[in-house]
């Protein structure tokens, strides 16, 4: 039992020291996502910024023109970990993104999903024409 118990508390200091480290910093033409890897995304990729449910937490998501998104890891809201800022630092980063994408941004359509033949309009069992 007593080895349970430390391997916990050795689990849980390593979540503190790294946790430190998780985040985004702001510049003015890219978002540097410090996760386990660190990632720079530029703000003219940038097509939305949303907030979702992960695990029964609600994290900020960051949608780039490719169809890839990054879940930040920080800030995050939820069991044992809530961020009384959150709604504040999710729009604080939404408007950067708006203030910095540049006069040439356009949105782009969403990446269509390929998960199966098209359908028919009429019959949805139908065979595709």
Excluded at 62 to 89: N, S
Aim: net charge neutral; glycine share 10%.
């Amino acid at each position: 039992m007593a080895e349970s118990i430390g391997l916990w508390g050795a689990m849980l200091m390593v979540l503190l020291i790294t946790g430190q480290h998780f985040g985004v910093t702001l510049t003015e033409s890219t978002a540097i996502v410090h996760n386990l890897r660190r990632r720079t995304i530029q703000w003219s990729n940038v097509q939305a910024i949303c907030v979702e449910g992960f695990h029964g937490a609600q994290t900020v998501v960051i949608y780039e023109a490719g169809g890839r998104r990054t879940r930040l890891r920080v800030p995050i809201t939820g069991f044992l970990c809530w961020d009384r800022g959150f709604e504040e630092k999710f729009h604080a980063i939404g408007r950067w993104w708006q203030d910095h994408r540049g006069p040439d941004w356009t949105p782009v359509p969403p990446v269509a999903q390929l998960s199966g033949p098209p359908v028919s309009e009429g019959n949805p069992f139908a065979a595709p024409t």
